[in-house]
């Protein structure tokens, strides 16, 4: 994610202009703010990765918000020791889908110049089944070797986390294609995610068209969120969260990477600084009392 602070309030570290970069793991490469400012960044910045969406974000005092609320904007509190605030536009960077064709027909070839045309990333694969290399979960795998190696094709395919493999075959034909590799052994569970024919139904059309049809129902899949998250990443990736509550000021902390906790009567706490830390342990009973 690529974070740009776009206005501030002094006294705040953060200056107009300054980026930073902030990977699905949270690590931050650039300077964004103080101890209150940046964990908080990085947190909006997961959720914006997640969504696959950009967003503006006001990080100010509790009391500024309802006044800074407008559409487009999430308003995040922050109770530092000063009243500075900042805004900061958090935008993910994603890779662009991947279309694998595989096989050295015409409709394989026009396929991955569509795609590359449209921005995407491609990969032609025109003989053999060692693709494996070239798919992860944000891939679109099309076999359309044209009755070559459909079944090696097809089965290699569906050991990948493509989110989408299509074989381009007549109905007949994709039938016997998904009938062979059952009695190899292949799961019904696995063959479900085979679309055959690949592509949107649209008659009797020249090979071109069967690579538009293939692509418009790839994009239309991908615009009904049935081909994952938008930009959630392998899970791999992505470091589970959890967050507290600090107590004192309301701030959500991520446990994860807080600096400033204590245990009190047997649970632990967390704080955004050493002055709500400070302000819980000299009193703990006043925030105790009245948590949810």
């Known amino acids: 994610m690529l974070a740009t602070v776009v ?25 964004l703010g103080g101890a209150c400012a940046e964990p908080t960044v990085v947190r909006e910045a997961l959720r914006a990765l997640e969504e696959g969406s950009p967003r503006l974000l006001f990080l100010g005092p509790p009391e500024e918000l309802d006044g800074r609320a407008r559409e487009g904007v999430v308003t995040v509190p922050i109770a530092c020791q000063s009243e500075g605030a900042l805004e900061v536009y958090v935008e993910p960077v994603l890779p662009q889908p991947q279309i694998v064709a595989i ?27 060692d693709f494996d290399a070239e798919v992860d979960e944000r891939s679109y795998v099309v076999v359309a070797t044209q009755g070559h190696f459909d ?10 986390p493509a989110a989408y493999v299509g074989l381009v075959a007549s109905r007949k034909r994709a039938d016997a294609v998904l009938g062979y590799l059952r009695d190899r052994g292949v799961t019904d ?95 703990p009973a006043r925030f105790v009392t009245v948590a949810p």
Do not use: N
């Not at 050295?104 to 053999?128: F, H, K, N, Q, V």
């Open 103 to 129: 096989g050295r027909s015409p409709a394989a070839g026009a396929l991955a110049a569509l795609a590359t045309g449209m921005g995407w990333r491609s990969a032609l694969i025109e003989e053999g089944v």
């Open 189 to 283: 569970e696995a063959l479900a995610r085979v679309h055959a024919p690949a592509g949107l139904d649209l008659g009797h059309i020249s090979t071109e068209e069967i690579a538009v049809a293939i692509l418009a129902e790839i994009v239309q899949l991908k615009a009904a969120g049935e081909l994952g998250a938008a930009g959630a990443g392998p899970e791999s990736e992505r470091a589970p969260r959890h967050e507290e509550i600090d107590l004192v000021c309301g701030m959500t902390v991520d446990v994860a990477d807080a600096r400033h906790r204590t245990v009190h009567d047997g649970r632990a706490y967390y704080f955004c600084s050493a002055g709500c830390l400070g302000s819980f342990t000299s009193d």
């Open 151 to 160: 079944e090696d094709a097809l089965e290699h395919a569906l050991a990948t």
């Open 7 to 31: 206005w501030r309030r002094a006294p705040s570290s953060g200056k107009e202009g300054a980026t930073a970069l902030i990977t699905p793991d949270r690590a931050v490469r650039g300077w």
